[in-house]
C-alpha cells in the first residue's frame, strides 16, 4: 500500500532510500545573456565615438574662435546678467507663486477665483507677449498714481523712468514664473496627508506654524524636483529678452557674431555656458533634495 505522506521512503534500518540530494554550493551558475543589450551598447558607443571624433577634426567647429570669447570681458558681463535676471524672477516668482497657491488652497471663493484667473492668464499667454507688454507700459499709462482707490491720488511715478528694459524683464519673467510656480507649490501642499494638520490643531498650533513647521518640510520632498526644472527653464528662457536689446548671453553672442560672421562658434561659447551652469544648478538641486528627504528613507 502507498504512503499517503511526502515523506521518503525509508529502509530497513530507518534510512531514507530516495534519490540523493544534489550539493547545490557546486553547481555552477551562468549569467543570462543579453545579446541585444550589448549590439545596443556597441551601436550607441560608435555614434558616441564618431561625434566626438567629428568635434575635434572638423575644422567648421572653429574652436579657437571659441576659446577666444569664451572668458571675453563681455561674455562674462552678459553671464552675470543672465544669473541676475534668473535670480531675480525666481525669486519673485516663486514668492507670488506661494501665495497664489495657498490663495487656491483658500476656503474663499472669490481668493479661489482670482488666484484661478491670475493662472490662467499667464500660462494662456506667451512669454514674449508678456515681456513687450511691460517693456511698452510707458505707452499704456503714462504714470501711476497712489492714492484713495478710484479717488484722488496721492503721488505718482512717471512709467517712462520707473520700469526700463530690466525692470521690464524681471518682471515679465516673475509673473510669468509665478503663474506655475503657484501649480508646484499646490501640488506640493496637497501631497501632505491632512491627518497632521487635524493632529496640529489638535495640539493648539497656531496656523501659521503649522504651514512653516510642518506642512512646507514636507511638500518640499514633491516641491523641489518640478521647481529645480522650472528654475533651469527660466535660466534658458532668458535668452527671450534679447528682443529688448538687453545684454544677456544669448544678446551678446548674437551682436558678436553679427559683427564677425562666426556664428557657430559663438553659438557654442552660449551653449557650453548654459550647460555649465546647468550642471551647477542640477549639483545643487542634489545637495537641496537630500537635506530635505532626510527621514523619509532609511
Do not use: C
Not at 567647429?61 to 563681455?74: H, I, L, P
Not at 511715478?157 to 520707473?162: E, I, K, R, V
Amino acid at each position: 500500500m502507498s504512503s499517503l505522506t511526502s515523506d521518503p521512503p525509508v529502509g530497513a534500518a530507518g534510512e531514507a532510500t530516495g534519490p540523493p540530494v544534489e550539493d547545490y554550493g557546486a553547481l555552477k551558475v551562468v549569467p543570462v545573456r543579453h545579446p541585444l543589450r550589448w549590439a545596443a551598447v556597441a551601436a550607441t558607443a560608435v555614434l558616441v565615438a564618431q561625434f566626438a571624433h567629428g568635434l575635434v577634426t572638423n575644422s567648421a567647429w572653429e574652436w579657437e574662435v571659441f576659446a577666444e570669447f569664451f572668458t571675453a570681458d563681455v561674455i562674462l558681463k552678459a553671464v552675470w546678467v543672465t544669473l541676475q535676471l534668473t535670480f531675480y524672477g525666481t525669486a519673485i516668482g516663486f514668492a507670488l507663486g506661494i501665495v497664489l497657491a495657498f490663495m487656491r488652497l483658500s476656503a474663499s471663493p472669490f481668493l479661489k477665483s482670482v488666484a484661478f484667473g491670475y493662472i490662467w492668464a499667464f500660462r494662456s499667454i506667451p512669454l514674449i507677449v508678456q515681456l513687450l507688454f511691460w517693456f511698452n507700459l510707458a505707452y499704456l499709462y503714462k504714470e501711476l498714481q497712489f492714492g484713495i482707490p478710484f479717488g484722488p491720488g496721492f503721488f505718482s511715478f512717471d512709467t517712462m523712468g520707473l520700469v526700463g528694459a530690466m525692470s521690464a524683464a524681471v518682471l515679465g519673467l516673475a509673473l510669468h514664473q509665478a503663474a506655475y510656480a503657484a501649480e508646484i507649490v499646490r501640488a506640493g501642499v496637497l501631497a501632505v496627508e491632512g491627518g497632521q494638520l487635524e493632529a496640529a490643531a489638535a495640539l493648539g498650533i497656531p496656523k501659521l506654524r503649522q504651514v512653516r513647521r510642518i506642512v512646507l518640510p514636507q511638500a518640499m520632498r514633491s516641491i523641489l524636483p518640478n521647481a529645480a526644472n522650472e528654475i533651469i527653464s527660466l535660466f534658458k528662457g532668458t535668452s527671450i529678452v534679447s528682443v529688448m536689446a538687453i545684454g544677456e548671453l544669448f544678446y551678446q553672442v548674437q551682436v558678436i557674431y553679427g559683427r564677425n560672421g562666426r556664428v557657430v562658434p559663438l553659438l557654442m561659447v552660449a551653449t557650453v555656458w548654459y550647460i555649465l551652469l546647468t550642471s551647477a544648478l542640477s549639483v545643487l538641486q542634489h545637495y537641496v533634495e537630500r537635506h530635505f528627504s532626510k527621514g523619509a528613507t532609511r
